[in-house]
Protein backbone atom coordinates (compact mmCIF):
# COMPACT_ATOMS: atom_id res chain seq x y z
CA UNK A 1 0.00 0.00 0.00
CA UNK A 2 1.62 3.49 -1.10
CA UNK A 3 1.54 5.97 1.79
CA UNK A 4 0.96 9.72 1.16
CA UNK A 5 1.77 12.61 3.31
CA UNK A 6 3.59 10.38 6.47
CA UNK A 7 7.06 10.46 5.11
CA UNK A 8 8.25 14.17 6.01
CA UNK A 9 6.30 13.77 9.62
CA UNK A 10 8.40 10.64 10.62
CA UNK A 11 10.74 11.59 13.23
CA UNK A 12 8.60 14.81 14.42
CA UNK A 13 9.13 15.51 18.19
CA UNK A 14 5.80 17.68 19.90
CA UNK A 15 7.94 18.41 22.32
CA UNK A 16 9.51 21.23 20.28
CA UNK A 17 6.20 23.04 19.80
CA UNK A 18 5.98 23.04 23.57
CA UNK A 19 9.78 24.33 23.47
CA UNK A 20 8.75 26.98 20.88
CA UNK A 21 6.10 27.98 23.36
CA UNK A 22 8.62 28.65 25.75
CA UNK A 23 11.39 30.56 24.23
CA UNK A 24 8.48 32.45 23.30
CA UNK A 25 7.01 33.40 26.56
CA UNK A 26 10.94 34.21 27.80
CA UNK A 27 11.31 36.10 24.55
CA UNK A 28 8.56 38.23 24.66
CA UNK A 29 8.76 38.63 28.71
CA UNK A 30 12.30 40.15 28.68
CA UNK A 31 11.32 42.58 25.95
CA UNK A 32 8.49 43.28 27.79
CA UNK A 33 10.75 44.60 30.80
CA UNK A 34 11.41 48.34 31.50
CA UNK A 35 13.70 49.90 28.74
CA UNK A 36 16.04 52.98 30.42
CA UNK A 37 18.94 54.89 29.20
CA UNK A 38 20.95 55.28 31.29
CA UNK A 39 22.18 59.40 32.03
CA UNK A 40 25.37 58.60 33.65
CA UNK A 41 26.78 55.83 31.41
CA UNK A 42 24.32 56.92 28.09
CA UNK A 43 23.82 52.91 27.61
CA UNK A 44 20.28 51.92 26.91
CA UNK A 45 19.29 48.20 28.32
CA UNK A 46 15.92 46.50 29.80
CA UNK A 47 16.23 45.75 33.82
CA UNK A 48 14.32 43.15 35.93
CA UNK A 49 14.29 45.71 38.39
CA UNK A 50 13.37 49.36 39.01
CA UNK A 51 15.62 51.39 41.20
CA UNK A 52 13.42 50.76 44.04
CA UNK A 53 13.27 47.20 44.28
CA UNK A 54 16.91 47.19 43.69
CA UNK A 55 17.87 49.39 46.77
CA UNK A 56 15.38 47.29 48.83
CA UNK A 57 17.10 43.78 47.89
CA UNK A 58 20.60 45.19 48.24
CA UNK A 59 19.13 46.09 51.75
CA UNK A 60 18.41 43.02 52.63
CA UNK A 61 20.96 41.05 51.40
CA UNK A 62 23.63 43.04 53.15
CA UNK A 63 21.46 42.04 55.98
CA UNK A 64 21.93 38.02 55.24
CA UNK A 65 25.66 38.24 53.41
CA UNK A 66 28.05 40.54 56.18
CA UNK A 67 27.34 38.53 59.08
CA UNK A 68 27.81 35.58 57.31
CA UNK A 69 31.89 37.45 56.41
CA UNK A 70 32.12 38.23 59.70
CA UNK A 71 30.05 41.60 60.39
CA UNK A 72 31.28 44.61 59.11
CA UNK A 73 33.87 47.27 61.02
CA UNK A 74 32.18 50.04 63.29
CA UNK A 75 32.93 53.42 61.85
CA UNK A 76 32.23 55.13 64.79
CA UNK A 77 35.06 52.71 66.46
CA UNK A 78 37.20 51.00 64.06
CA UNK A 79 39.43 53.83 62.05
CA UNK A 80 39.86 51.79 59.08
CA UNK A 81 36.22 51.74 59.20
CA UNK A 82 35.40 55.12 59.37
CA UNK A 83 38.21 55.45 56.13
CA UNK A 84 36.15 53.21 54.08
CA UNK A 85 33.19 55.03 54.50
CA UNK A 86 34.49 58.59 53.92
CA UNK A 87 36.10 57.83 51.24
CA UNK A 88 33.09 55.85 49.56
CA UNK A 89 31.38 58.76 50.62
CA UNK A 90 33.96 61.52 48.92
CA UNK A 91 33.64 59.17 45.48
CA UNK A 92 29.70 59.90 45.66
CA UNK A 93 29.24 63.22 46.64
CA UNK A 94 32.01 64.67 44.74
CA UNK A 95 31.16 62.80 41.40
CA UNK A 96 28.57 61.70 38.75
CA UNK A 97 27.17 59.51 40.51
CA UNK A 98 25.57 62.27 43.23
CA UNK A 99 23.36 63.08 40.12
CA UNK A 100 21.74 59.48 39.96
CA UNK A 101 18.53 57.92 41.82
CA UNK A 102 21.31 55.80 43.89
CA UNK A 103 22.86 58.76 45.13
CA UNK A 104 21.38 58.62 48.79
CA UNK A 105 21.56 54.99 49.44
CA UNK A 106 25.10 54.63 49.48
CA UNK A 107 26.46 52.52 52.28
CA UNK A 108 30.26 51.33 52.39
CA UNK A 109 31.51 48.54 54.54
CA UNK A 110 35.01 47.15 55.64
CA UNK A 111 33.62 43.36 55.85
CA UNK A 112 35.80 41.54 59.06
CA UNK A 113 37.05 38.89 56.73
CA UNK A 114 41.01 38.48 56.79
CA UNK A 115 41.40 35.83 54.40
CA UNK A 116 39.12 37.10 51.46
CA UNK A 117 40.48 39.24 49.22
CA UNK A 118 36.83 40.73 47.93
CA UNK A 119 34.93 43.99 46.92
CA UNK A 120 31.69 43.68 45.95
CA UNK A 121 28.41 46.17 45.52
CA UNK A 122 25.18 44.71 46.25
CA UNK A 123 22.45 45.82 43.49
CA UNK A 124 20.78 49.36 44.74
CA UNK A 125 24.27 50.96 46.86
CA UNK A 126 25.49 48.81 49.08
CA UNK A 127 29.14 48.47 48.80
CA UNK A 128 31.76 46.31 50.80
CA UNK A 129 35.49 45.68 50.96
CA UNK A 130 36.93 43.25 52.80
CA UNK A 131 39.93 43.18 54.95
CA UNK A 132 41.80 40.87 53.61
CA UNK A 133 42.27 43.62 50.41
CA UNK A 134 42.26 46.45 52.63
CA UNK A 135 45.24 45.75 54.27
CA UNK A 136 46.69 44.63 51.09
CA UNK A 137 46.12 48.44 49.89
CA UNK A 138 48.80 51.59 50.32
CA UNK A 139 46.33 54.59 49.92
CA UNK A 140 42.95 56.42 49.85
CA UNK A 141 43.48 56.74 45.99
CA UNK A 142 43.70 52.85 45.74
CA UNK A 143 40.91 52.30 48.18
CA UNK A 144 38.95 55.11 46.09
CA UNK A 145 39.89 53.56 42.65
CA UNK A 146 38.37 49.71 44.38
CA UNK A 147 35.11 51.77 45.40
CA UNK A 148 34.11 53.43 42.57
CA UNK A 149 34.36 50.36 40.34
CA UNK A 150 31.74 49.32 42.82
CA UNK A 151 29.98 52.47 42.37
CA UNK A 152 30.35 51.52 38.79
CA UNK A 153 28.71 48.35 38.75
CA UNK A 154 25.41 50.05 41.00
CA UNK A 155 25.04 53.42 38.80
CA UNK A 156 25.32 50.88 35.54
CA UNK A 157 22.74 48.79 36.99
CA UNK A 158 24.53 46.01 36.10
CA UNK A 159 22.68 43.14 38.56
CA UNK A 160 19.26 44.79 37.13
CA UNK A 161 20.86 44.05 33.90
CA UNK A 162 22.14 40.52 34.01
CA UNK A 163 18.94 39.29 36.01
CA UNK A 164 17.29 40.25 32.89
CA UNK A 165 19.42 38.45 30.84
CA UNK A 166 19.91 35.97 32.38
CA UNK A 167 15.91 34.59 32.62
CA UNK A 168 16.41 34.84 29.00
CA UNK A 169 18.86 32.62 28.52
CA UNK A 170 17.70 30.05 31.03
CA UNK A 171 14.10 30.32 29.41
CA UNK A 172 15.58 29.38 26.04
CA UNK A 173 18.50 26.95 27.54
CA UNK A 174 15.34 25.16 28.91
CA UNK A 175 13.70 25.47 25.59
CA UNK A 176 16.33 23.81 23.65
CA UNK A 177 16.77 20.84 26.79
CA UNK A 178 12.42 20.30 26.12
CA UNK A 179 12.38 20.44 22.81
CA UNK A 180 16.06 17.90 22.74
CA UNK A 181 14.70 15.66 25.26
CA UNK A 182 13.45 12.08 24.29
CA UNK A 183 15.17 12.09 20.71
CA UNK A 184 18.73 10.46 21.42
CA UNK A 185 21.90 10.90 22.66
CA UNK A 186 22.24 13.70 20.48
CA UNK A 187 19.28 15.52 22.19
CA UNK A 188 21.09 15.43 25.62
CA UNK A 189 23.64 17.14 24.29
CA UNK A 190 22.06 19.97 22.44
CA UNK A 191 20.41 20.84 26.19
CA UNK A 192 23.91 20.92 28.11
CA UNK A 193 25.11 22.69 24.60
CA UNK A 194 22.36 25.36 25.19
CA UNK A 195 23.08 25.82 28.92
CA UNK A 196 26.76 26.00 28.48
CA UNK A 197 26.15 28.70 25.38
CA UNK A 198 24.16 30.84 28.38
CA UNK A 199 26.88 30.45 30.72
CA UNK A 200 29.17 32.01 28.32
CA UNK A 201 26.78 34.47 27.06
CA UNK A 202 26.75 35.95 30.87
CA UNK A 203 30.58 35.64 31.21
CA UNK A 204 31.20 37.63 28.42
CA UNK A 205 28.67 40.24 29.47
CA UNK A 206 30.10 40.49 33.42
CA UNK A 207 33.73 40.82 31.67
CA UNK A 208 32.22 43.87 29.57
CA UNK A 209 30.32 45.13 32.77
CA UNK A 210 33.94 44.93 34.69
CA UNK A 211 34.98 46.87 31.76
CA UNK A 212 32.82 49.51 32.06
CA UNK A 213 33.26 49.77 35.79
CA UNK A 214 36.64 49.97 35.68
CA UNK A 215 36.15 53.00 33.59
CA UNK A 216 33.46 54.91 35.50
CA UNK A 217 35.74 54.63 38.64
CA UNK A 218 38.45 56.11 36.95
CA UNK A 219 36.51 58.71 35.82
CA UNK A 220 35.17 59.37 39.38
CA UNK A 221 38.34 59.22 41.08
CA UNK A 222 39.18 62.03 38.61
CA UNK A 223 36.45 63.55 39.85
CA UNK A 224 37.04 63.00 43.70
CA UNK A 225 40.43 64.54 43.06
CA UNK A 226 42.02 61.09 43.23
CA UNK A 227 45.11 59.85 41.14
CA UNK A 228 43.88 57.52 38.75
CA UNK A 229 46.94 56.28 37.66
CA UNK A 230 46.77 54.36 41.31
CA UNK A 231 43.99 51.90 40.07
CA UNK A 232 47.12 50.23 38.35
CA UNK A 233 48.91 49.82 41.31
CA UNK A 234 45.62 48.30 42.64
CA UNK A 235 46.03 45.69 39.55
CA UNK A 236 49.62 44.54 40.64
CA UNK A 237 48.55 44.20 43.96
CA UNK A 238 45.71 42.06 42.47
CA UNK A 239 48.31 40.81 40.18
CA UNK A 240 50.96 39.54 43.19
CA UNK A 241 47.97 38.20 45.43
CA UNK A 242 46.83 35.99 42.27
CA UNK A 243 50.63 34.54 42.46
CA UNK A 244 49.42 32.36 45.36
CA UNK A 245 47.66 28.78 45.21
CA UNK A 246 44.64 29.90 45.50
CA UNK A 247 43.23 32.70 42.95
CA UNK A 248 41.63 35.67 44.85
CA UNK A 249 37.65 36.08 44.81
CA UNK A 250 38.22 39.38 43.14
CA UNK A 251 39.72 37.37 39.76
CA UNK A 252 37.23 35.15 39.30
CA UNK A 253 34.89 36.68 36.36
CA UNK A 254 37.23 39.94 35.95
CA UNK A 255 39.56 40.12 33.31
CA UNK A 256 43.10 39.38 34.07
CA UNK A 257 45.06 42.09 35.51
CA UNK A 258 47.28 42.44 33.10
CA UNK A 259 44.29 43.08 30.67
CA UNK A 260 43.32 45.42 33.05
CA UNK A 261 46.38 47.23 33.52
CA UNK A 262 46.86 48.18 29.90
CA UNK A 263 43.18 49.42 29.56
CA UNK A 264 43.78 51.29 32.62
CA UNK A 265 46.82 53.00 30.87
CA UNK A 266 45.07 53.64 27.71
CA UNK A 267 42.24 55.63 29.68
CA UNK A 268 44.72 57.48 31.27
CA UNK A 269 46.87 58.39 28.26
CA UNK A 270 43.56 59.35 26.13
CA UNK A 271 42.81 62.11 29.30
CA UNK A 272 46.53 62.76 30.01
CA UNK A 273 45.35 66.52 28.57
CA UNK A 274 42.67 67.02 31.43
CA UNK A 275 44.60 65.33 34.24
CA UNK A 276 47.54 67.70 33.91
CA UNK A 277 45.67 70.27 34.78
CA UNK A 278 44.49 69.14 37.95
CA UNK A 279 45.45 68.34 41.57
CA UNK A 280 45.28 65.11 42.23
CA UNK A 281 46.49 63.41 44.85
CA UNK A 282 47.03 59.60 46.68
CA UNK A 283 45.24 60.78 49.68
CA UNK A 284 46.64 59.70 53.48
CA UNK A 285 48.04 56.37 53.89
CA UNK A 286 45.76 53.62 55.26
CA UNK A 287 48.45 52.07 56.97
CA UNK A 288 51.00 53.02 60.07
CA UNK A 289 49.55 56.47 60.51
Not at 175 to 200: C, F, K
Not at 225 to 240: F, H, T, W
Amino acid sequence: MTQYGYGSRRGFNPRWIIALVIALVGVVGYFAKEKVTNPETGESYRRAMNVDQQKALGLQAAKEMIPKMGGAADPSRDPDGRIVSEVGTRVVSETGASKTEFAGNFNFYLVEDPNTINAFALPGGQVSITRGLYNRLENEAQLAGVLGHEVGHVIAEHSAQQMAKGQLGQMIATAVGVGASGEDGRGRYAGVAAMMANQMLQLKYTRGDETQADEIGLKYMKEAGYDPAEMVAVMEILKSAAGGSRQPEILSSHPLPESRIEDIKRWIESHQGELKNLKLTKGQPLHGR
